[in-house]
């Protein structure tokens, strides 16, 4: 069994441009050179029909370049996002209880900051001194809420 995360969306290719920066993955190659997505598409059979303007011209899917992570796919959605997302993505990048909260709160805020510049918006801070814990809410570029802890 293999893992694939999708993702709704209204524009695929920006969000393959934010998560492949924060997550470190790279836009997933067409399979068996092909140029595009949609020659592949094209090639195994699926109608013209069935492929909205634009899609498969360019990457709309991730994956992990070590290969441990899932693939992620940004499907193009007509509708936009209107409630809370139900599954949520962690970005963990403090390195446990086990790091000193500062030590964590200065990666989180590198983080952070790095996702802000590339379109993200911080939703709130977790802010716990007293239970030795940091992290932040934000949004992707289209509203998708996720942590970075």
């Known amino acids: 069994m293999t893992l694939q995360l999708t993702i709704d969306c209204a524009d695929p290719q920006r969000l393959v441009a934010f998560w492949t920066d924060a997550l470190g993955y790279v836009p997933e190659p ?59 993505l962690d970005l963990k990048v403090g390195g446990g209880r086990e790091v000193p909260l500062a030590t964590r709160t200065q990666r989180v805020t590198s983080k952070v900051e790095r996702l802000t510049e590339a379109g993200a918006t911080v939703l709130r801070i977790m802010d716990e001194p007293d239970m030795e814990y940091y992290g932040v809410v934000l949004q992707d570029p289209e509203g998708n809420e996720f942590c970075v802890v």
């Open 30 to 88: 067409p399979p068996g050179g092909h140029a595009t997505w949609r020659d592949y598409w094209a090639g195994t059979g699926v109608p013209e029909e069935e492929l909205p303007v634009g899609a498969g011209e360019t990457p709309e899917s991730i994956v992990d370049p070590a290969g441990q992570g899932p693939r992620i796919w940004f499907q193009q959605v007509p509708e936009p996002k209107v409630a809370k997302n139900r599954v949520h």
